[in-house]
Antibody, heavy 117, light 108 residues
Framework: DVQLVESGGGLVQPGGSLRLSCAASGFSFSSYSMNWVRQGPGKGLEWISYIGSTGYTIYYADSVKGRFTLSRDNAKNSLYLQINSLRAEDTAVYYC??????????WGQGTLVTVSS | DIAMTQSPATLSMSPGERATLSCRASQSVSTNLAWYQQKPGQAPRLLIFTASTRAPGIPARFSGSGSGTEFTLTISSLQSEDFAVYYCQQYNNWPTYSFGQGTKLEIK
């Protein structure tokens, strides 16, 4: 079965940094592009980043561009999101999701990032 | 950027009824549209892609229609497990995506 497991969330002060991870299993990770989508408390879904299967093609939403860095390690079946200069509005559950155009077909359970002093 | 608008924000219905949820795009997305279901404390689940194709394992009571800027998700006979929040998502600008704000389907 396809599994995506996020980790690395937590409480961080404004201006701080975190590194989120997404461990994939049950499919050929190196063959799929991946995404991160976040959801603020009581809010809707916001797509934030995409990475191609080889890691060379990366896109970011304007809201995170310049502060977030997406990478992957296909040898470890893992996806990483480095998030810097955190703001209160970055507080959210962060999901990794497999890209199976034309949609996101598998999602992890998410990891909570809380930005607060 | 393509903006997605869902209506209504909340839909109150009874089990067994037919539910119709709407999604409008700010510009044409052809049939590059998906629908997701999200229950409290859970990740979203893909229901429909290419506007009308059910994802594997999705019951036949879920159907999608539309093209261009107007889309509909229909649940033919509501079951108790269908009460959730539903999101539409466009991928016309793949690999950048945008979601609607969601429609909460609640028990009347």
């Amino acid at each position: 079965d396809v599994q995506l497991v996020e980790s690395g969330g937590g409480l961080v002060q404004p201006g701080g940094s975190l590194r989120l991870s997404c461990a994939a299993s049950g499919f050929s990770f190196s063959s799929y592009s991946m995404n991160w989508v976040r959801q603020g408390p009581g809010k809707g879904l916001e797509w934030i980043s995409y990475i191609g299967s080889t890691g060379y093609t990366i896109y970011y939403a304007d809201s995170v561009k310049g502060r977030f860095t997406l990478s992957r390690d296909n040898a470890k079946n893992s996806l990483y999101l480095q998030i810097n200069s955190l703001r209160a509005e970055d507080t959210a559950v962060y999901y990794c999701a497999r890209d199976a155009p034309p949609a996101l077909d598998y999602w992890g359970q998410g990891t909570l990032v809380t930005v607060s002093s | 950027d393509i903006a997605m608008t869902q209506s209504p924000a909340t839909l109150s219905m009874s089990p067994g009824e037919r539910a119709t949820l709407s999604c409008r795009a700010s510009q044409s997305v052809s049939t590059n549209l998906a629908w997701y279901q999200q229950k409290p404390g859970q990740a979203p689940r893909l229901l429909i892609f290419t506007a009308s194709t059910r994802a594997p394992g999705i019951p036949a009571r879920f159907s999608g229609s539309g093209s261009g800027t107007e889309f509909t998700l229909t649940i033919s006979s509501l079951q108790s497990e269908d009460f959730a929040v539903y999101y539409c998502q466009q991928y016309n600008n793949w690999p950048t995506y945008s979601f609607g704000q969601g429609t909460k389907l609640e028990i009347k």
